[in-house]
């Protein structure tokens, strides 16, 4: 490799290279895009790899087995805009070396193997990083307002992303800029509950489409301002302790196509606001304590419907006949209910069903 020093960009990625980086690679001393990620990758890198890689810019290398071992200190030769090391064996401490690369807009860290909190001076370098990955370490303590700089804000078409689930973050749920596309906060300790989230939106503003927010500790009723949230497409609340009913506002979100609640404390009727989101292919509200029987519309408003979970929950009566027209479900659970003895006489038009599930309990 160190024979090929003019490379400026080197593209290796999605193939089975098993083999340790070369301590070679730091005579490339033009290089400025390196893609290796997606291999099989072991050994470890050290300082002395990249020690002349002053040009560098994008170090995309996620998806192998590498194990980092540089200095507390180090402070690399480069200025980079993407770093993206995810299940690299980085940890446990943070790397504090991130702090000096004052360009970068891409992170990812995940998966490795890093514990403690974030400090505070890489939360303020994160307000430019349109793509945040710390998922899947053990990262604790709050985490702040999530806010975008002026001079960055409509800076290119590029969606801000963040990704900081399956951590040990705590706290109230962050403030986050109005420009943040994809966000999951999923597998937390978040707690407390989501009035500050979600009434800081103002004049439908906000550009979220996927918000995950599972597998936390969040409690009391979900607001009614769902209004502000107009480009969701994703909405995941599993696991969490919430209570009362679906809101009305729900209905505005009609680009909604995932919409999971499932093992919480929800109650009321089958919600009515759900009608609106026609564009539904998965609707989990399993392990609540709804109540009465399902609307005819609920088998007419989606024709998309894939997934529909209603499992555990206190919904009784018969089963509408309009269900039928769900020909695209493929999983359909209504078990442990209270439903009446009638079964629908079209299960045999559920061609697609065949080839997924279906569940009705001894209890249905």
């Not at 999605?14 to 730091?26: A, E, F, G, I, R």
């Not at 759900?274 to 408003?301: H, I, Y």
């Not at 979970?309 to 309009?322: A, H, M, T, V, W």
């Amino acid at each position: 490799m160190g024979n090929s020093s003019s490379f400026r960009y080197l593209r290796l990625e999605n193939n089975k290279l098993t083999v340790t980086l070369p301590k070679s690679l730091d005579q490339l001393s033009v290089l400025e895009d390196f893609h290796i990620y997606n291999n099989g990758l072991e050994g470890a890198v050290t300082e002395s790899h990249f020690s002349e890689l002053t040009q560098l810019k994008d170090f995309t290398a996620y998806g192998n087995n590498v194990t980092l071992k540089v200095n507390e200190n180090w402070i690399p030769p480069f200025q980079a805009t993407y770093m993206e090391i995810g299940r690299w064996n980085i940890g446990p401490l943070f790397p504090m070396w991130l702090r000096t690369q004052k360009m970068i807009t891409q992170v990812d860290i995940s998966d490795g193997g890093i514990q403690g909190e974030v400090p505070t001076l890489f939360w303020n370098l994160s307000s430019q990083t349109q793509y945040l990955n710390l998922s899947h370490n053990q990262f604790v303590g709050e985490v702040p307002i999530i806010s975008i700089p002026s001079w960055l804000v409509g800076n290119g078409d590029a969606p801000w992303l963040m990704y900081l689930g399956s951590n040990k973050f705590s706290g109230p749920l962050p403030l986050i800029s109005t420009t943040v596309a994809e966000l999951d906060l999923s597998n937390n300790s978040f707690s407390k509950g989501l009035s500050n989230f979600l009434y800081e939106a103002k004049n439908g503003s906000y550009k979220l489409e996927i918000l995950n927010l599972g597998r936390n500790y969040l409690s009391v009723e979900i607001p009614d301002c769902w209004m502000n949230w107009p480009n969701l497409r994703v909405l995941i609340m599993r696991d969490n302790n919430l209570i009362g009913g679906i809101p009305r506002s729900i209905k505005f979100l009609i680009d909604l196509r995932s919409f999971d609640f499932r093992k919480n404390r929800l109650n009321g009727p089958f919600p009515s606001s759900l009608e609106n989101c026609t564009k539904l292919n998965k609707m989990d509200l399993a392990e609540n304590v709804f109540v009465g029987q399902l609307p005819s519309w609920l088998g007419m408003r989606f024709p998309t419907l894939i997934v529909l979970i209603l499992r555990s929950n206190k919904f009784d009566g018969e089963l509408p006949q309009e269900l039928c027209h769900l020909k695209d479900l493929q999983i359909l659970d209504l078990g442990n209910n209270t439903f009446g003895a009638i079964i629908l006489r079209c299960i045999s038009n559920f061609s697609a069903i065949v080839k997924g599930k279906m569940v009705l309990d001894d209890d249905t």
